[in-house]
């Protein structure tokens, strides 16, 4: 028969994805998900404690990844990509954090209770939302691209290169507002204790940061 405890064994898998046009989905409820760039055109799934809890297929050749954690047991996933792949993040409660480094395809995370952090993102398109986590965002502001950064009581922070161009709105319900003007050529258009508008040369990109209890800062990245 099977002993009284089940040792939480890891869980490793990988598949191949058509090159600069990988995708990812991922449905989680508790740990840490990590998502870093790899050479080739592998997407490679770690779970540690997973085990028999992760689920991963790939339904048609070489497309797209679903990636699923049924257990509340919290999980760590760590999962190598190639740096053009889009994502999609869903976790419940992922207090160790969603953390995604060095991806230039589209990205889209939910994580519900605990922080989102983007650092090195050259992607165009990206949406991150937390209730109560903080969310960092470190990366390029690519031309006509979307960057919407949301926490309901977390703090929002959007650290961007110099030479960004991008039409700005930070709306904090009861936190502040730390806005470094000088760090980018940024004309104000609209300034309350609650709300920054503003536009750096006439630009198509848009950054759009909300928080209702959190602050929101917005600098030059180093």
């Known amino acids: 028969g099977l002993g009284a405890v089940a040792v939480a064994q890891d869980f490793s898998k990988s598949f191949k994805v058509l090159s600069d046009s990988g995708s990812l989905d991922i449905k989680t409820k508790m740990g840490s998900v990590t998502v870093v760039p790899a050479e ?3 997407i490679q799934i770690l779970a540690k404690r997973g085990g028999n809890a992760v689920t991963a297929s790939q339904p048609s050749p070489q497309g797209k990844v679903y990636v699923e954690v049924t257990s509340d047991a919290p999980v ?3 999962i190598n990509v190639p740096a053009s792949t889009s994502l999609d993040v869903f976790c419940v409660k992922c207090s160790g954090g969603v953390i995604v480094r060095g991806l230039r395809g589209a990205i889209k995370i939910n994580n519900t209770d605990g922080d989102i952090q983007l650092t090195g993102i050259r992607s165009s398109q ?7 986590g903080n969310v960092s965002y470190s990366g390029e502001v690519q031309p006509s691209g979307s960057y919407y950064l949301k926490s309901f009581s977390g703090r929002v922070d959007a650290a961007l290169p110099a030479g960004a161009k991008f039409k700005l709105e930070a709306t904090s319900g009861q936190g502040g507002i730390e806005l470094s003007p000088g760090d980018f050529q940024l004309t104000v258009q609209k300034q309350t204790s609650h709300l920054v508008q503003g536009l750096v040369e006439s630009a198509t990109a848009t950054v759009k940061l909300w928080t209702q209890e959190g602050s929101i800062r917005v600098h030059k990245k180093q």
């Open 40 to 42: 080739g055109n592998t």
């Open 76 to 78: 760590d996933l760590v």
């Open 126 to 132: 990206v949406e991150a939302r937390s209730m109560s």
